[in-house]
């Protein structure tokens, strides 16, 4: 299990195929990237803070409860901090399995307790201000099948 929070960009085919050439036995690869989207036509940039004294533990306790319910061979999360453009990656997960459903299923598991429940705060900046992102009730709504 791997777990790192950076302000640093990173290459998400790189990390990808390092993740997959330590997996012996995997026969299942799957991975997730998200990107800051502009959902409204606003916004330039948004703004991710975090206490790292937490952020990392909160994290690894996250993938140690995907590692408890589905057989992984590992795990990768890595997530951004600071300021982060339009079209810059936010984060990344990959899981390996030696089946895609355990996979699959821990992987969007990762991306919606990540969501969620990893400590950050999120300001949104555009042309006409910026605020903090709240929850959103979808994502409360998506931890529930879990």
Do not use: C
């Amino acid at each position: 299990m791997t777990v790192r929070v950076q302000s640093d960009e990173f290459d998400a085919g790189a990390e990808l195929n390092a993740f997959t050439a330590e997996v012996a036995g995997a026969g299942a690869i799957v991975s997730f990237t998200g990107v800051v989207r502009d959902v409204d036509g606003g916004l330039t940039a948004m703004e991710i803070e975090h206490y790292p004294a937490m952020t990392e533990s909160a994290i690894a306790k996250i993938v140690k409860e995907a590692q408890s319910r589905w057989n992984l061979a590992d795990a990768l999360v890595i997530h951004r901090y600071g300021r982060l453009e339009t079209g810059a990656q936010i984060m990344m997960v990959a899981t390996a399995s030696r089946h895609r459903v355990d996979a699959f299923q821990a992987a969007e598991f990762l991306m919606d307790y990540l969501k969620s429940r990893a400590p950050f705060w999120k300001k949104e900046l555009t042309k006409d201000g910026e605020s903090w992102v709240e929850a959103r009730d979808e994502d409360e709504d998506a931890l529930g099948r879990w």
